[in-house]
């Protein structure tokens, strides 16, 4: 299974070496671009905010510890 792997990926990128035509080109860079998208991308504005608030607040300083965490939402843990 592996070898049979290895081998299209030899061919594909042999043939890929040949092509001339940029529209085919640009179409493999668009997919190539789309299964290694940052998952960032994938969030929504709210979830964005939300990390970047913690992120800044961790800066700031304003941190609880898992002990005081617990304490408050113990009862939903």
Known sequence: ???DI???K???IQWLTT???L???QKIQDLRK???SDWWDELTEDERNSIEKGLSDAKEGKLVS???A???YGKWL
């Open 1 to 3: 299974m592996e070898a």
């Open 6 to 8: 290895q081998n299209i």
């Open 10 to 12: 030899i061919e594909l």
């Open 19 to 21: 092509l001339d035509d």
């Open 23 to 25: 529209s085919i080109i």
């Open 34 to 36: 789309r299964n290694t």
């Open 66 to 68: 898992q002990q005081e």
């Open 70 to 72: 617990r304490k408050v």
